[in-house]
């Protein structure tokens, strides 16, 4: 591939491979007259409860109809809270199960990053959709794992970059494009927060996916990859900890992706301190948002003066919907597996430059 690749034809060239692969498989690509897809969530954690959960409430194209739980205590809430039956209620082990159910059209799997291939490829393996949460997964490898169980059985899969989706995101996207204050030169993007995990926590244990890098600084990546819409062709990086709790992941990272013609992004990711903001400077002009990746909130604004104010809509809720038109319309999502892989293959260049202290990693 070459190193001058754009972000859009990098993303172009997945999503037809998906297309391509998706169209010989339609009984299970285009839904069997439903009005609304079922939706089963993959895991119970904070995020499915109150973020995923009440967004399917909101939803137009899907609904919450199934859960996969590894906590049998769960089970009870859970159903009477969504009117969930029996037969939709499954554990980690009995989820292949999945395949005889035409009630369930999609798995979104909420779980900590060391388990989202399995559970994907599980869930793409029982023919449904499969919506995965970011980190997509621990290493390219395990990315393209998923990639090919999604194509293997022709069903659509999507990251949960919702970012992507929200209004005003998609306006800065288009400035890029559009270059409406000229090419981009250069961009900054800080995502983190005051961290306090307890023992237990995933975030702490870097063999499930933990660190500030995989949790947090994958808005940054992505967004300095939206932003300019190119690929980094380098990357460089340092992570430290501060705190014993963090001794065996980054609770800080900061690192610089270097793009075609000289564009540079700085970003910083931590779980010691709050950031959260991504700033373009372009050739005429300069834009941001701050915040840029909180679940309300998101606004920006511009050097002509121009302001970008929050989007009241519900994000998890506009990206849902997003997701299930375009299985309704046999096409791809606005963010397929490619996306996800991309993410990882500059997580895993920045842990490179990190253990040699720093230096600069071509891609």
Request: aromatic share 8%.
């Amino acid at each position: 591939m070459s190193r001058d690749i754009t972000r859009k034809a990098f993303v172009q060239f997945g999503t037809a491979a998906l297309a391509a692969s998706s169209f010989g498989f339609p009984s299970i690509l285009i839904p069997r007259n439903k009005e609304k897809l079922g939706v089963a969530l993959v895991g119970l954690g904070n995020y499915s409860t109150s973020r995923l959960a009440p967004g399917l409430q909101q939803t137009e194209h899907c609904e919450l109809r199934g859960i996969v739980t590894g906590s049998p205590e769960k089970i009870p809430v859970w159903q009477e809270r969504h009117e969930i039956p029996d037969s939709n209620v499954y554990s980690y082990e009995t989820m292949h199960e999945l395949a005889d159910n035409d009630d369930i059209d999609i798995v979104y799997i909420v779980l900590p990053p060391s388990m989202h291939a399995e559970y994907s490829i599980i869930g793409a393996e029982a023919g449904k959709h499969v919506w995965c949460e970011k980190p997509m997964a621990m290493t390219v490898d395990e990315c393209q794992s998923i990639i090919d169980a999604a194509r293997r059985n022709g069903v659509n899969l999507s990251i949960g970059y919702r970012m992507q989706h929200e209004p005003n995101t998609q306006t800065i996207i288009r400035y890029g494009e559009e270059q409406t204050f000229g090419p981009v030169r250069q961009v900054r993007s800080g995502a983190g927060f005051r961290g306090n995990h307890e023992e237990g926590n995933w975030r702490i244990n870097a063999a499930m996916g933990g660190g500030a890098l995989f949790d947090m600084g994958v808005y940054c990546i992505n967004g300095a990859r939206y932003a300019t819409g190119m690929e980094p062709v380098a990357v460089s990086g340092i992570m430290r900890h501060l705190r014993d709790r963090y001794k065996d992941v980054d609770e800080y990272t900061v690192f610089e992706l270097v793009f075609p013609d000289g564009v540079t992004a700085s970003c910083e990711t931590s779980f010691g301190e709050g950031t959260n903001y991504l700033d373009i400077d372009a050739a005429n002009g300069w834009y941001r948002l701050r915040p840029f990746q909180s679940y309300s909130g998101v606004q920006g604004t511009t050097s002509r003066g121009t302001e970008l104010p929050p989007d009241p809509a519900h994000q998890q809720a506009r990206q849902m919907d997003s997701d299930a038109l375009a299985i309704k319309e046999s096409r791809s999502p606005l963010v397929p597996g490619e996306e996800g892989l991309a993410d990882i293959h500059i997580v895993e260049a920045i842990f490179e430059s990190s253990r040699q202290g720093g230096v600069r990693i071509e891609l």
